[in-house]
Structure formats: C-alpha cells, structure tokens
C-alpha cells in the first residue's frame, strides 16, 4: 500500500469537492439556517402567548370578575353594564373574542358556562379560559364555606415537576428534552451525512468509469489505494462540513445568551420587573439559550461515529459504483444499503423515547445502525463506556469484512462495461480475484 | 536487451480464455506492434503488462523485474478508452496524473511546461477539459501519457478516433520517441501504420499468438507470392482465377495472393488475353494479406480441430 498515492487520491477529491459552489453554500447556510432557529426560540419565549383574546365578562354574581381580573387582567372585560345585545355584537364585530355569563348557579351548583365566542377559538384558548374559570369559581366556593386554612393552602399549591438527573457528580440540572432532541437531530444528521455523501462518493466512482480515466489511473495506482483513497477524500469533505457546522454551534450557543440580553434586554427587564405570578413564566429567560450549550465530547463522538458508519457505508456505495456504469443502473444495488440505514434512522425515534431500552442498546451496538443510533443515545443517556467501545470495535471489523468485498467487485467492476451485473455476476467477481 | 518479457501468460475471464499461453519480448529502442481482431486479447495483454489485471499463470517482466506498482511507473500507458476529469483544470489534471507516476511536483511542472509548450497549449492550462474541443483533449491525453518521461510507452490502439493530421502528429511523436532510444509497443489494426512504423510485429487471434517477429522477416517468409496487377477493361476474368486471394481489388487494381505454388505465368497469359496489362509486378504480401490469411487459416484450424 502506498500512502503517498492514497494521499494524492484523496486530495484531489478533496480540493475539487471543496471549492464548489454546492458545498460552500450549504456548509455556510446551514448556520444561518441555525441563527434564524435560535432567533425563534428567543421571539417565542420572549412574546409568550401569540395573541392577546379579550373575553367580556356578564357577571352577575359580582365576586367572579374581581377574581378573573387578578387571574388574567389582559384578557377579561367587565361588561356586566352593557346590554347583552351590543355585547354579542362586539363580539361579531370582533372588538371581544367571546363573552361568558356568569350567574349564581355556576358557584352554587357547579353549573358549566357557556363561552360564546365569533371567529376563531383555539384548543389552547378554551382550555385556558376553562381553567381560569374554574379556579376562580373554586376559590370563590372555597372562601365561602368557610373550610380551615390547612385546606386552603392545599388548593393554592400547583404541585409541577422539576427534573433533576442524578449524576456520579450529584445532582445536577438535567434538560432531558433537550438531550433527547439533540440527540434526534446527530442522529439524523449522522444520516444525511452518510447517505448524501455515499452518494457523492459513489457518482464519483461512476463519473471516472464513464469518463474513461480510471485505466489511466489504475496504470498508476493499485484499485485498492485509488478506492481508500476517495473514501478518505469525500470522509474528510464531509467532516469538514460537520467540523464547520459544530463550530458555529458551539460559538453561537456560548454567545446566544448575551446578545439576547443585548438585543432583548430592557424586554426583559420590563418583563420581569413588570410581571407577576403567571405571567412572569412568560417573560424571556436567557437559561432557556443556556441549556444549547453542550458537552463538547458529544461532537468528538459525533465525528468518530460518521467517520466508521461512513468508512462501512461508502465502501458499499464505492463497490455499488464500479459494477455500474450509469445512475440509473444503481438502484437495484441500492437496496441491501438502505435497508440497514433507513432502520437506523426509523428506530431513531423509538431509541429517544427510550434510550435505556434493551431494544436501544442493541441497536446502538448493531454496527449497521450504531453509527446513527449510538449517537443519539450517547446525547439522551448516560451510555457505559463499555457499550461505546463494543459498538466502535464492532463497527471497524464490520467495516474490515465490507471493505475485503467491496475492494474486489471494485476492482473487477471498474474495468468492466457493458450490461450491469446481476448478484451472481458479483458473487463471481468476488471469486475471481 | 528484452525491456519487456512477457513469458506464457494466460488469463481468464470465467470460463472465457481471453489470453493464452502467449509469449514474446520487446527489444529496447525498437517499436513493437501489436495486431490482430477485435477480441483476439490485445488489451487484456496491454493490461497485463502495465500491472492493471494479474496473469493467472506465467510472468512478465520490465527491465528484468516483474510487473508491480515499480514497473508502472518506467510505463507511459494510454488506454484504447481515453478519458480525463472534465470538470478539473488542464494544469492541475496533468499535475495529478503525472505525480501519481510517482514524479516530484517540481519536475512534474517543468514537464507539463514543456510538453504544453511543445503542443501549442500553454493557453489551455487553466482551462477545464470539459470546454476543449476533442482534438485538444486528445493532445492533453498524450501529454498525460508521456509527460513523466518513461522508458517505455504502451499505446493501446492511439490512431482510433484521430483526425489525419492529430493521427500525422502522434507518428511523429513517436518516431521521435524512438529516436531518443525509448521504446514503444502499440496495438492496432490499421496495417498500413504498422508496415511504416514498426520494426516487430506480434499477431494475436483468439487469445494466443500466431505469428511474431521482426516485420521485415516475417514479410520475407512468405516469399514473393503476391502480384500487383494493374490493368485497363473487363476485370472480370479475375473471378476465373483458382487458388488464389483476391485483395484490394478495384476497377483497374488487384493484388492477387498466389496459394498452392500456382505458376504465374499462367496468370498473366489470362490476364493478357481479357485485358490491356499495364503492370504485373511479383512482391511480398502486404501485411494486410499477411494478416488475413494467417487468421483465417488459424480459425480454419480451430474449426478442424
């Protein structure tokens, strides 16, 4: 094996690859594509609710407003005052979303009311409404009976879960979600990766077959060189592009915090000086950019994952490319591959939900779906380092045998032209040499 | 001195014998032809000797060592299927091909200079293949061959596909070659560049060979058994004419192949009485009769056999 000529090969699939119009853009765009993310999440938790909905309130009791006001003052209106005709007509002429009246019975009986509403409701906005409602009905029938203050205070308490993960550190703050979807997109970006650039690489095997260059260049270099060569050449495009994408990431998630600070932050100051109680869980918290930042190591696994699952795949697609002479021929080829690695991206989800499942261990160890499922796991889950390392040394001598096969249809395939070759014609050419 | 030896090789394809049991060697200096029919195994040997494919059985040497990624690098090859990177540039192509044979990247420019020079295409170096037109791209494919100045040079059928004056260019060339002492085998099927150029000949059918030797040797063996007859009427009694072969025939032509020691006066009394004679001149067969008639009578064997 000579390095020297590997090297030649692979730069020069490199350099040519590099300097394209197709990958410079989508290698800068993507970031981008993550400025505009970030830039929603922070308009999103900074705006709260999107629209504000008036009700108007025909309170007969007298007691229900006063309670709903403080509930949520922005969005009831006290029309106890006005006929109930020009009230229904606010409501058609939409200057009230809806309105609700309110009589004795609903305190006394428990009673449903009757939200009447013109245009559009939405889930979200009857459902709040309901329990603004009921809170303020039961608070009122609470302080009527007269019950103790023990059993009041338990009616006040709004028991919400707050996570915390228990770590060999102690306890620490856990964003489960967060994990599980980062998690989710390495895993899918670990697919694109190995499927987009299996292809580019297999369009590149084909492209030196129908050019006719491939004699020229096996009169200089062994199949086996020219073949490492171009797997390592699109391998190192295709980190590049990652290596730039994490950069960014990583860069952006340190900085998101502060400039949201500097662009947002009298917002912000205005929101938490403003608001109270309900509200305040509204208002912008520059935490919620804080949990993007991610231990770097989980990039570290993310390369050396795609560097194996795309050394096994590639050798495939290498293999699949020189026993045809056109793209179109391919597809027959294509299918024992995308199989194992549609798999692993379909499983990806159920592995999230669930990354401890025995199912999720094993397809995180399987080494035709490790390099997209392990990821994943290893960014929802405490993974045992055991498992990492079963699944890297099953996947390099998945990849030794893949290699030992593709190597030699490749090297019969791509001095061969003419009908493509059925599976027996491989399992021949594999024979043969 | 044999720079290349080729010594009983054969090679399969499935139950395809493609070549064997073939032998021969090149002498340095001297231009080797190679010849015979589509599929009589010429480029399975050509690729053999540049180490592309492996004999099954039998060896080849260059310069004494056997065939590997060290002897690739003392051949210029330039396979029948020429191709390039149509999207690369013409400088960076070369410097990419030429480098694979293992030549540093400063001589490697200095080279490419040169050859570019040579061929009137300095211009052409920033440009990508893909925007030359054919005869351009087939000028940079020589260069490609030739530009990490090896001692030998295998040109797998180089005048297919070229315009006479490109086709005029590359004899040149490598007359040229030869005269700075490099040495060339080619494969072809037209005769007439091999009866110019080349000093030995190796005829190829069905995968073995049937006839080799230096050329002008070969033609002598076959002794003075042809007649060029050129004539003014009716050609028509040529047809009456027994055991012989008729090649090159026109309306006032035909070079007559003699078989079975027929005498030749006899010929031309024929001759005389249906047509005014202009010229009969005994010679040696063309190397296209040559040609015909051992791979005819070599298929007439196999069809016995």
């Given at each position: 094996m000579d390095f020297g000529k590997i090297f030649l090969v692979l730069k020069r699939e490199y350099l040519t690859r590099v300097r394209t119009k197709a990958f410079i853009l989508s290698t800068l765009l993507t970031p981008l594509a993550l400025v505009a993310l970030m830039a929603v999440v922070i308009i999103v938790s900074t705006s709260g609710s999107d629209s504000v909905k008036t009700v108007g309130i025909i309170d007969e009791t007298g007691v229900l407003y006063p309670r709903l006001e403080e509930i949520n003052a922005e969005r009831y209106e006290d029309v106890s005052m006005q006929p109930l005709d020009?009230?229904?007509?606010?409501?058609?002429?939409?200057?009230?979303?809806?309105?609700?009246?309110?009589?004795?019975?609903?305190?006394?009986?428990?009673?449903?009311?009757?939200?009447?509403?013109?245009?559009?409701?939405?889930?979200?906005?009857i459902g709040s409404v309901q329990d603004e409602l009921r809170d303020a009905v039961r608070d009122e029938r609470i302080s009527r009976s007269n019950v103790s203050d023990e059993i009041r205070e338990i009616f006040e308490a709004r028991p919400r879960i707050e996570s915390v993960k228990l770590t060999e550190q102690g306890e620490e703050e856990d964003h489960a979600i967060f994990g599980a979807a980062l998690g989710f997109i390495l895993g899918v970006l670990i697919f694109i990766g190995l499927f987009g650039y299996g292809a580019v690489l297999m369009r590149s095997v084909i492209e030196e077959k129908t050019n006719r260059i491939v004699e020229v260049i096996a009169s200089s270099v062994k199949p086996i060189e020219l073949m490492l060569g171009k797997l390592m050449g699109i391998c190192v495009l295709a980190i590049t592009q990652f290596a730039v994408w994490i950069v960014s990431y990583i860069g952006l998630s340190i900085a998101a915090a502060p400039i949201a600070v500097m662009i947002f932050g009298e917002k912000i100051d205005d929101l938490n000086s403003t608001a109270t109680g309900a509200a305040s869980?509204?208002?912008?918290?520059?935490a919620v950019l804080e949990q993007f930042q991610v231990d770097p190591m989980i990039f570290v696994y993310f390369i050396l994952f795609f560097f194996l699952g795309f050394m096994i795949y590639s050798a495939i697609f290498a293999a699949i490319g020189a026993a045809v002479d056109s793209e179109q021929d391919t597809q027959q080829f294509m299918i024992p591959v995308m199989i194992p690695i549609f798999m692993g991206y379909m499983l990806n989800m159920k592995i999230i939900e669930d990354p401890d499942s025995s199912f999720a261990v094993f397809a995180s160890l399987f080494p035709l779906t490790s390099p997209i499922n392990m990821i994943s796991r290893i960014a929802a889950t405490e993974v045992p380092f055991w498992e990492i390392l079963l699944s890297i040394v099953l996947m390099i001598g998945t990849f030794a045998g893949i290699m030992w096969l593709a190597a030699k249809i490749y090297r019969v395939g791509i001095l061969m032209y003419g009908k493509k070759p059925s599976y027996k014609e491989l399992a021949k050419w594999i024979r043969q040499s | 001195?044999?720079?290349?030896?080729?010594?009983?090789i054969a090679k399969a394809f499935g139950k395809n014998l493609a070549v064997n049991n073939v032998s021969f060697t090149v002498q340095k200096g001297r231009i080797f032809g190679l010849l015979g029919p589509n599929g009589a195994g010429k480029t399975t040997t050509i690729r053999m000797i540049n180490n592309i494919l492996a004999p099954d059985t039998g060896s080849i040497t260059i310069n004494g060592i056997e065939a590997s990624p060290q002897t690739q690098k003392m051949i210029g090859y330039m396979p029948e299927e020429r191709g390039l990177y149509k999207k690369m540039k013409v400088g960076e192509q070369l410097l990419y091909l030429t480098q694979l044979k293992g030549m540093d990247t400063k001589s490697a420019h200095k080279a490419i200079d040169f050859w570019l020079d040579r061929f009137d295409a300095s211009d052409w170096k920033k440009k990508e293949v893909g925007e030359l037109s054919k005869g351009?791209?087939?000028?940079?494919?020589?260069?490609?061959?030739?530009?990490?100045?090896?001692?030998?040079?295998?040109?797998?059928?180089?005048?297919?596909?070229?315009?006479?004056?490109?086709?005029?260019?590359?004899?040149?060339?490598?007359?040229?070659?030869?005269?700075?002492?490099?040495?060339?085998?080619?494969?072809?099927?037209?005769?007439?560049?091999?009866?110019?150029?080349c000093d030995d000949i190796c005829l190829f059918n069905k995968g073995k060979s049937v006839l080799q030797g230096d050329l002008r040797q070969v033609k002598s063996s076959f002794g003075k058994n042809t007649i060029n007859l050129e004539f003014e009427g009716d050609?028509?009694?040529?047809?009456?004419l027994e055991d012989v072969r008729i090649n090159n025939r026109s309306t006032n032509f035909a070079e007559i192949r003699v078989l079975n020691g027929q005498n030749m006066q006899d010929i031309l009394k024929l001759a005389i009485e249906h047509a005014e004679i202009h010229k009969f001149e005994r010679v040696q067969p063309s190397l296209n009769e040559i040609f015909i008639s051992t791979v005819g009578e070599d298929n007439l064997k196999n069809q016995e056999a």
């Amino acid at each position: 094996m000579d390095f020297g000529k590997i090297f030649l090969v692979l730069k020069r699939e490199y350099l040519t690859r590099v300097r394209t119009k197709a990958f410079i853009l989508s290698t800068l765009l993507t970031p981008l594509a993550l400025v505009a993310l970030m830039a929603v999440v922070i308009i999103v938790s900074t705006s709260g609710s999107d629209s504000v909905k008036t009700v108007g309130i025909i309170d007969e009791t007298g007691v229900l407003y006063p309670r709903l006001e403080e509930i949520n003052a922005e969005r009831y209106e006290d029309v106890s005052m006005q006929p109930l005709d020009s009230v229904k007509a606010h409501v058609l002429s939409e200057q009230l979303d809806g309105y609700i009246v309110l009589g004795d019975s609903f305190i006394d009986s428990g009673d449903s009311p009757t939200l009447v509403y013109g245009g559009s409701g939405g889930l979200s906005f009857i459902g709040s409404v309901q329990d603004e409602l009921r809170d303020a009905v039961r608070d009122e029938r609470i302080s009527r009976s007269n019950v103790s203050d023990e059993i009041r205070e338990i009616f006040e308490a709004r028991p919400r879960i707050e996570s915390v993960k228990l770590t060999e550190q102690g306890e620490e703050e856990d964003h489960a979600i967060f994990g599980a979807a980062l998690g989710f997109i390495l895993g899918v970006l670990i697919f694109i990766g190995l499927f987009g650039y299996g292809a580019v690489l297999m369009r590149s095997v084909i492209e030196e077959k129908t050019n006719r260059i491939v004699e020229v260049i096996a009169s200089s270099v062994k199949p086996i060189e020219l073949m490492l060569g171009k797997l390592m050449g699109i391998c190192v495009l295709a980190i590049t592009q990652f290596a730039v994408w994490i950069v960014s990431y990583i860069g952006l998630s340190i900085a998101a915090a502060p400039i949201a600070v500097m662009i947002f932050g009298e917002k912000i100051d205005d929101l938490n000086s403003t608001a109270t109680g309900a509200a305040s869980s509204q208002g912008f918290d520059p935490a919620v950019l804080e949990q993007f930042q991610v231990d770097p190591m989980i990039f570290v696994y993310f390369i050396l994952f795609f560097f194996l699952g795309f050394m096994i795949y590639s050798a495939i697609f290498a293999a699949i490319g020189a026993a045809v002479d056109s793209e179109q021929d391919t597809q027959q080829f294509m299918i024992p591959v995308m199989i194992p690695i549609f798999m692993g991206y379909m499983l990806n989800m159920k592995i999230i939900e669930d990354p401890d499942s025995s199912f999720a261990v094993f397809a995180s160890l399987f080494p035709l779906t490790s390099p997209i499922n392990m990821i994943s796991r290893i960014a929802a889950t405490e993974v045992p380092f055991w498992e990492i390392l079963l699944s890297i040394v099953l996947m390099i001598g998945t990849f030794a045998g893949i290699m030992w096969l593709a190597a030699k249809i490749y090297r019969v395939g791509i001095l061969m032209y003419g009908k493509k070759p059925s599976y027996k014609e491989l399992a021949k050419w594999i024979r043969q040499s | 001195m044999d720079i290349i030896k080729v010594d009983s090789i054969a090679k399969a394809f499935g139950k395809n014998l493609a070549v064997n049991n073939v032998s021969f060697t090149v002498q340095k200096g001297r231009i080797f032809g190679l010849l015979g029919p589509n599929g009589a195994g010429k480029t399975t040997t050509i690729r053999m000797i540049n180490n592309i494919l492996a004999p099954d059985t039998g060896s080849i040497t260059i310069n004494g060592i056997e065939a590997s990624p060290q002897t690739q690098k003392m051949i210029g090859y330039m396979p029948e299927e020429r191709g390039l990177y149509k999207k690369m540039k013409v400088g960076e192509q070369l410097l990419y091909l030429t480098q694979l044979k293992g030549m540093d990247t400063k001589s490697a420019h200095k080279a490419i200079d040169f050859w570019l020079d040579r061929f009137d295409a300095s211009d052409w170096k920033k440009k990508e293949v893909g925007e030359l037109s054919k005869g351009m791209s087939q000028k940079i494919q020589f260069i490609a061959t030739i530009a990490h100045d090896p001692d030998i040079y295998i040109f797998d059928e180089p005048f297919s596909g070229l315009d006479p004056i490109n086709s005029e260019t590359l004899k040149e060339v490598i007359i040229d070659l030869k005269s700075q002492g490099k040495t060339i085998l080619f494969s072809t099927h037209r005769m007439e560049q091999v009866e110019q150029m080349c000093d030995d000949i190796c005829l190829f059918n069905k995968g073995k060979s049937v006839l080799q030797g230096d050329l002008r040797q070969v033609k002598s063996s076959f002794g003075k058994n042809t007649i060029n007859l050129e004539f003014e009427g009716d050609g028509s009694f040529l047809d009456k004419l027994e055991d012989v072969r008729i090649n090159n025939r026109s309306t006032n032509f035909a070079e007559i192949r003699v078989l079975n020691g027929q005498n030749m006066q006899d010929i031309l009394k024929l001759a005389i009485e249906h047509a005014e004679i202009h010229k009969f001149e005994r010679v040696q067969p063309s190397l296209n009769e040559i040609f015909i008639s051992t791979v005819g009578e070599d298929n007439l064997k196999n069809q016995e056999a």
